[in-house]
Each structure stands twice: as C-alpha cells, then as structure tokens.
C-alpha cells in the first residue's frame, strides 16, 4: 500500500530527526543534559542528505518538525537504524563514564574478588626445624664420678642407634625413653675409664645429625672399703644401732655428707631416725638409730650405694652394700646399782629378777657407768686379764658383753654371797653361775641394757657403742647434714 508523499516525507523527516537525537553527542558547553534541540542539519550547517537526493528535497520543502529532548540510558553495543535512515557511521559510542559503570559490574571483578578470598585462607607454608641435641655432661667432660648421671635429649627429633662403650669396645647399659626423644645412662661407669658415646639425631624429614664424644672418669688415690652392721638376715634386739663402718677415717665434712646422701633406710613400719658420726674403737663410723627403741618386728633395709661416692680429698667408695634384717622381741634390761638387783622384762613382763653385784663405787676405775648399753656379743668363756688390779685370764663363763671397754654379766660364783648386798667387782655385773646361764641363754645382740644410779656416766670412753647415752636432740646434731653439725 503506497502512502502519500507529503507522509512519507513527513515519517522520513521524524525518523532521521529521532536518530539524529538518539546517536548525537552532547556538544560541550551545553546547558542542557540531553544535548541541543534535534536539527536536521549537522555542525557544519550542510544538510544531513546529499544534495540532489529526493529526500533532501521532500524534507527541505516540509514543515519544520521539532523533536523534544531524548535522554538515552547507558547502553552497550550498536544501535542499528532503519537501513534506509542509515548515515555514513551508524555505531554509537557508550560516553567514558558509562563504559566504567559496565565494566565494574563484569564477572572478571567478581572472579578476582573471589580468588582473593581463597588466597586468604590457603594454611602458611609449613616449616620444618632442623632437629638437634645436648648432651650432659656436654661431651668432652673428664674427670667424671662413675656415678654422674649422662643424658641426652633431642630437640625437633628423636635419637637413634645410641651407644656408649668403653676402651674395651664393651657397651654401657643405657635406654631410650618410649618417645625415643632421650637417652639415660644405666649404670655406673668405671674409675679412670674413657668412654665413648655415638649415634644419630633424626629430624622428622629423616635427616640425620652425628652423635660422636667420648667422657672420662676419675681416677683416684685410693677406694675405701665399707661394712653395715646387723648384717643381712640377722634378727636383732630393739636398741640395736645400725653402723656403717668404714676402712678409712673419713674426717672431710663433704665427703661425710656424700656418703650420708648415699644410704638409704627403709622401715616398715616407718621409724623416725638419724645419722650420726661417732668414734668406734676402729675409728670413725656412722650410725642410725631411731629416736626411740624399734617396734619389735620391725623390717628394716639399708641399701648403701656408697660405689662411686667422693669422700673428699681424692678418695671414694669402693663398692655397693645392703643389708636386711629384722627386729625381735622386746627386752630390756634393768641394772640398779643401788638396789644390787638385775630385772629382766620381755614384752614389758618381768621375766627374771637377779640379785647382782657391780662394780666396787669408792673405786672410780672399777665403778659400773652409768647409761644405755646394748648386749654386743656372747661367749660361752671369756677369760679376763687386768694387770692394774693383778688379775690374768680369770674365767668368766656365760659372759655376754655389754661394753668394749670390758664390761661384762657374767658368772661369778666367788661373790655369790655378796650378790644383791653389795657391789665389789671391778667393774661387771656377777650372777650366780644358774642365773648367768639364764640371762645368757634368751638374751640377743642388740637387747638394751640400762644401767641406773651409777656415780659416773658412761662416755664414748667407756665403750664402742654408747648410742643410747647420747640425747636424742644432741644425736641429730651428729649427722653431717644437720644445720649445726660442727664435724
């Protein structure tokens, strides 16, 4: 259907005028947002169609159309136009602004954001620590005690193929611990012995560091040698001291404190007790007792691991001792020298009532001290000589010793008639050959005999164990360890 020319001008002219609006840039300066009013013509004032083209002259001989302001939002792309309407250029350029609005909407913006979120939660790179050890003593020590304790420890690792050998090639007893993480000498080394250690450090990536280093012991002037008395399986009385005797006095005040630092007293039940260090007829020694008489049935154990142990001045132990032995029952023993009687409790019962004669009191050499002895030994025959008071190899039967300094109670028959009257020995308590036998076939070492009203005390004089005869608070000071030990 052919419409009239004057509407097809009329649509031509709209459409080109639409176009024009819709594709032109704003001009700068302009005061309007959507640009200057649609024209027909471009800037250079030439009309928009060539010359000659019937359009250009149906257009020209039209009536003006004016066309309102068209504001055009942001677009992308190409905007076609009706293809005869077409003008040398028909694409349309997005302003700058709307070209960044777009673009910041994109899903390149999206995917970075995203990728660094990821980044910020990816775990740090793990980092693996060389593994390490220390050894103690630091390897190279010399002059070791045999009993200083070695170790190693490994550090972001564990330890591997430890050894410790001696000159001989021989190795040493030592163990790792269940994490393998450290390594303990297990026994004591020898004196004057080299001794070298080797092995590996592995870091948890399987690398290895060396482990090689030797140590050296000391080598002493001299190795003492020690005994413990009860002895192990003994069955004692509930005075009896437990002495440490030693080959050699010890008089250096570290070297005592070692060696007390090297015993231990087990009791069950669990006794109170100290050391003390005390003269002997042999010399020095160390003794324990409780503050009080054992609890009869008492075990008891001491374990001396006096190998090793600095004694001062270059000297140390020679071996390790122990011993076990037990408590029997209670007796005591009453000697009253004023009464002349000799009373016998077991188990807190009297069991025997002797008259007795003691030592002669107007005599200060032959009076009976006074004090706590304990019932040392026994001998069946004890023969008896004191050149002061002219007497040789007297026979004393059923003699059981009290005292070093040869105080006995023994037979005597010859002051059978004085006995419980009066005290005329030199010194011993005499009984009736009956009675002697009595008292000397139940009594036991260890068994304390307590002697009262004696005009002189006994001292460390007057016997090789005089315990008993030292106060309890004096006593504790007597152990090296002790805050007010004066050696």
């Known amino acids: 259907m052919r419409g009239s020319p004057i509407k097809l001008v009329v649509a031509a002219g709209l459409a080109a005028a639409l176009l024009t609006a819709c594709t032109s840039s704003p001009q700068a300066g302009s005061s309007s947002p ?12 030439k009309p928009a169609v060539p010359p000659g083209s019937a359009v ?5 001989s039209a009536p003006s159309v004016t066309v309102p302001p068209v504001t055009v939002p942001p677009v992308s792309g190409q905007i076609t136009a009706p293809t005869p309407l077409t003008t040398a250029s028909s694409s349309t350029s997005v302003p700058s602004s709307t070209r960044s609005t777009a673009s910041s909407n994109t899903p390149s913006t999206s995917s970075t954001t995203t990728s660094s979120k990821a980044s910020s939660s ?22 070791l005690s045999p009993r200083t304790p070695i170790t ?26 269940a994490a393998r993480t450290s390594w303990t000498l297990g026994e004591p080394l020898g004196y004057g012995g080299t001794y070298t250690l080797a092995g590996d450090a592995v870091g948890s ?8 280093g030797s140590y050296g012991t000391t080598n002493p002037d001299g190795v003492i040698g020690a005994s413990i008395f009860p002895s192990n399986g003994k069955t004692v009385g509930i005075a009896a001291p437990i002495m440490i005797s030693l080959d050699s006095d010890i008089d250096d005040t570290v070297g005592r404190q070692n060696i007390e630092k090297a015993i231990t007293i087990t009791t069950v039940p669990k006794t109170a007790g100290s050391f003390a260090w005390i003269r002997h007829d042999n010399g020095w020694g160390l003794d324990w007792r409780p503050q009080s008489y054992w609890k009869p049935g008492t075990k008891v154990t001491v374990t001396a691991n006096l190998y090793g142990v600095d004694y001062g001045n270059n000297i140390y132990g020679e071996k390790d001792l122990t011993s076990t032995f037990t408590i029997g029952r209670s007796e005591i023993t009453k000697a009253d020298i004023k009464s002349h009687r000799l009373k016998v409790y077991r188990d807190g019962k009297l069991l025997f009532d002797f008259p007795t004669s003691y030592g002669l009191e107007s005599d200060p050499g032959r009076v009976t001290r006074g004090g706590t002895y304990i019932v040392m ?3 069946y025959l004890h ?14 039967y059923y003699a059981v010793r009290i005292s070093n300094n040869g105080t006995f109670i023994h037979a005597n028959d010859g002051t059978a008639d004085v006995q419980g009257k009066q005290n005329l020995t030199h010194g011993c308590a005499n009984l009736t050959t ?23 005390p006994m001292s460390e004089s007057d016997g090789d164990v005089y315990d008993w005869s030292i106060p309890w608070d004096k006593w504790q000071t007597m152990s090296a360890l002790s805050k007010s030990y004066a050696g």
């Open 434 to 456: 009956k009675n002697a036998k009595a008292f000397y076939d139940q009594t036991m070492y260890g068994d304390p005999v307590e002697v009262t009203n004696s005009s002189i």
């Open 122 to 143: 990816a775990p740090p790179p793990v980092v693996v620590q060389p593994v390490s050890f220390t050894a103690s003593p630091k390897l190279g020590s010399d002059g």
């Open 377 to 379: 030994r026994k001998e």
């Open 34 to 45: 959507g640009g200057p009013t649609a024209s027909s013509e471009t800037s250079t004032g």
């Open 383 to 396: 023969l008896m000589s004191n050149p002061k008071y002219h007497y040789f190899n007297f026979k004393a």
């Open 205 to 212: 990536n399987g690398k290895k560091v060396k482990i090689s």
């Open 152 to 177: 190693l420890q490994a550090a972001h690792g564990t330890l591997a193929d430890v050894v410790l050998t001696n000159a001989e090639g021989h190795s040493v007893k030592g163990a790792l611990n």
């Open 56 to 60: 250009t002259r149906s257009v020209t």
